[in-house]
């Protein structure tokens, strides 16, 4: 299907005509992996290669879509966080914690359901980029690193954005456990909104049932993969 501009998309969403077929969300894992550090604690980070089809350039937590041997596993979202983390930064974890779930927005022409996971690693862990899909693999604070997503030197789409805005909250490892432990997860959908004036505002719903979250929670640079009209 031809790829309509943003605002045609949105109305055709709003409006059911079938001019935009919204394509299914591919299932999908990501892990938020912490370590201490002198300054609280650290996180994970790659930045995809330019070539990359989805989110080139963009920093994202390591990741990716789950396979056919995910499913061979009771939790296939779990089995994938496991596998993608090994097969990106070397890493073998072990004990994971669910962390977040974020879905596509409807208007994109790549969409993914991800489950965010926690695991929190000793200081000395550091990993290395094994993968072809990214360029560059950084420890930073989440802090810093949504410091630069705002300044337009490490961009990133708007889950990794609110994440490390999240993470930053807390001050320490144990604060970022309980954190995790104790939140209510609830798959977040980014939804665009084409007011009368013709501006695009963006919503947060619930996934599954449609609830509004959070309105015109603005949006992150390059939210969409298409165009921006």
Wanted: proline share 7%; charged share 20%.
């Amino acid at each position: 299907m031809e790829l309509l501009p943003l605002a045609e998309r949105v109305k055709s969403v709003a409006a059911g005509d079938g001019r935009w077929i919204i394509p299914v969300a591919e299932p999908a894992a990501t892990v938020v992996i912490a370590r201490p550090s002198g300054s609280g604690f650290e996180v994970l980070l790659m930045q995809r290669s330019s070539t990359m089809a989805f989110a080139p350039n963009m920093a994202v937590f390591p990741g990716g879509r789950v396979d056919p041997q995910d499913h061979e596993h009771p939790d296939p979202f779990l089995a994938c966080a496991i596998r993608e983390v090994g097969e990106e930064v070397g890493l073998e974890l072990t004990a994971l914690i669910a962390l977040d779930h974020w879905i596509t927005p409807e208007v994109e022409p790549m969409r993914y359901d991800v489950h965010f996971y926690l695991s929190l690693v000793d200081e000395h862990v550091q990993g290395a980029l094994v993968t072809t899909e990214a360029d560059t693999m950084l420890w930073l604070t989440p802090g810093r690193a949504h410091a630069r997503s705002l300044d337009g030197s490490l961009p990133m789409l708007r889950p990794t954005q609110v994440t490390l805005a999240e993470l930053n909250l807390s001050k320490d490892l144990d604060q970022l456990s309980q954190f995790a432990r104790t939140r209510n997860i609830a798959p977040r959908l980014p939804r665009p909104v084409l007011e009368h004036s013709g501006e695009i505002r963006w919503d947060l719903v619930n996934g599954h049932t449609g609830e509004l979250i959070a309105t015109n929670v603005g949006r992150a640079k390059q939210e969409t993969s298409g165009s921006h009209d």
